[in-house]
């Protein structure tokens, strides 16, 4: 199946700094979405993007498919947004499935 | 719109024990999902519905788990019996179709096995 690795797996940040989160992939996918799991454990929809740029408020994705990864960033971070975030992939045939990486610990300071 | 509903959003059983998850998917939905999420990790599919038939449920451990979606709406996913390792966040998810489409995630249930 098409492995993911998302990078780094802790980040701790000050209130108002700006942050990158990685997301490798193995193959070719249909489907990404980046995802933010608070701390009561509700998955939310952050961006599906299979490829190209979205932007939504202080957050904004990138996914470069032909070289297989996706960022996600953070601007002028507030402690609202700590939490784990999961990079999801789908590809086709055997890898039609949504297959999540370890996910990115994410802790904002106040 | 209302968003994916779980019950109940945590369930405290001993070993041995039966127990069942409740789903109900967004509107519209055609695709059910129910995945399982272990402490600090993302979550695995267990099984994937497409209106009432389980179009992949090659994860699904079928000695012990068993799930169904009559009528093609609401879901339940069961254990029987539960083991110490099945301690876990069942998550249920939906989308408007298979493949290529965004899914929306439940609150999830968080099983405890004593």
């Known amino acids: 199946g098409i492995q993911v690795e998302q990078s780094p797996p802790d980040l701790i940040l000050q209130e108002g700094a700006n942050s990158t989160l990685r997301c490798n992939f193995s193959?070719?996918?249909?489907?990404l979405q980046w995802f933010h799991q608070n701390p009561w454990g509700q998955l939310i929809n952050l961006f599906y993007i299979p490829s190209g740029t979205k932007q939504n408020g202080r957050l904004s994705a990138t996914t470069v498919a032909t070289e297989r990864y996706s960022l996600l960033y953070i601007s002028s971070s507030q402690t609202t947004d700590s939490g784990v975030y999961f990079c999801a992939v789908e590809g086709s045939g055997a890898n039609s499935k949504l297959t999540f990486g370890k996910g990115i610990t994410l802790s904002v300071r106040p | 719109e209302a968003g994916v509903v779980q019950s109940p959003r945590y369930k405290i059983i001993e070993k041995k024990q039966p127990v069942a998850f409740w789903c109900n998917p967004i509107?519209?939905?055609?695709?059910l999902y129910w995945y399982l999420q272990n402490l600090g990790q993302g979550p695995e599919l267990l099984i994937r519905?497409?209106?009432?038939?389980?179009?992949?449920d090659s994860q699904l451990p079928k000695d012990r788990f068993s799930a169904e979606r009559l009528k093609g709406v609401d879901s339940t996913l069961k254990i029987q019996p539960a083991e110490l390792g099945d301690s876990a966040v069942y998550l249920c998810a939906s989308s408007r179709g298979p493949n290529q489409e965004t899914q929306y995630f439940g609150p999830g249930t968080r099983l405890l096995v004593l």
């Open positions: 193959d070719s996918v249909n489907n």
């Open positions: 509107s519209g939905h055609n695709t």
């Open positions: 519905y497409e209106n009432e038939e389980a179009v992949d």
